[in-house]
């Protein structure tokens, strides 16, 4: 099949999104990577799909597929990539949108300014539930707070684990340039404490209003932003009281915004997302 699509990127994460409402797609893994892969295919670090609804009170669904072929829970920047795609192509004349994904209802909202910010739900800050093996780990069950230790090529490397609905390992470093995040990413993101994978981020704290930060992304590998990422370090830091939100996250693609009030509140998000051309490709 002739399958349109349409390059965009959210802070230098980029994606091929598929308005899979007027075309009907059923891909294979393999066809996943082909249409991420940077020198065979179009290139992308995710594939993102916009669907009709399944539940009544929301106004699409949204699934996300990584570079390696597999579909995964939640994308900050894909979610802002998605609202702009929606506007853009007509398929909605809302601001404000419900979106349904594989981790539950998201809320993203196109501002007066063209920004967009979404309100990724609260995080989740339970180890079992991000999903992470605690059991053994100093004696702390789930609940306690916050701080896990990881053997990471021959190093003991202190991680907190929260959940915006995909797992993130996230750890503080002196220096985000200098971090072995090439080195340490995969061994993180494979690590058998982490049954479904992880998302690994490499915060650098620069004053309580803002940080540094790279993620070795699961099943991507590095990108040059992770929204979800952004929303997990941010949490971290606020809970391990180095940051006060809101929190400026400086990645090497550009610049997000995260507020978090604490607790159960949802994390708000605010960055760009951008259009880059429309294509089609055989598939
Ligand atoms: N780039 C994304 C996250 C995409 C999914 C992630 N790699 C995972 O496997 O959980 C973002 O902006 O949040």
């Known amino acids: 099949m002739k399958l349109k699509f349409t390059k ?5 994460n ?35 799909v916009v669907e009709r609804p399944q539940q009544d009170d929301v106004d ?19 979610a802002r990539a998605f609202v702009r795609f929606v506007t853009e192509k007509g398929l909605t004349d809302k601001r404000a949108i419900r979106v349904e994904t594989m981790s539950g209802v998201i809320c993203p909202r196109l501002e007066e300014d063209g920004g967009i910010t ?26 306690e707070d916050t701080l896990w230790p990881l053997e990471i090529n021959g190093r003991t490397l202190w991680f907190s684990a929260v959940s915006m609905g995909n797992p993130h390992a996230v750890q503080v470093v002196d220096d985000v340039d200098a971090a072995p995040v090439a080195a340490d990413g995969p061994q993180i993101e494979h690590h058998p404490r982490f049954p479904k994978r992880v998302n690994a981020g490499f915060m650098q704290i620069v004053d309580r209003h ?17 929204g979800t990422g952004a929303c997990a370090a941010v949490v971290a830091g606020i809970r391990r009281g180095l940051l006060d939100s809101p929190v400026r996250v400086d990645t090497r ?21 951008v259009s880059v051309f429309d294509g089609e490709i055989e598939i």
């Open 14 to 48: 980029d994606f091929v999104v598929i308005d899979a409402i007027n075309q009907a797609i059923d891909f294979t893994p393999e066809q996943w990577r082909f249409l991420a892969d940077r020198r065979f295919g179009v290139g992308a670090d995710q594939m993102l």
């Open 8 to 12: 965009m990127h959210g802070a230098g």
């Open 118 to 143: 979404v309100d990724m739900g609260a995080p989740i800050l339970q180890p079992q539930r991000v999903p992470f093996h605690a059991n053994g780990l100093d004696g702390r069950a789930e609940g």
């Open 253 to 273: 693609g550009g610049t997000l915004s995260i507020a978090w009030a604490g607790g159960a509140s949802p994390v708000l998000m605010t960055g760009p997302a």
């Open 210 to 226: 803002a940080i540094r930060l790279r993620v070795f992304e699961r099943g991507a590998g590095e990108t040059l932003a992770c």
């Open 60 to 78: 699409f669904r949204y699934r996300i597929y990584n570079s390696d072929g597999g579909e995964v829970e939640q994308c900050g920047n894909g």
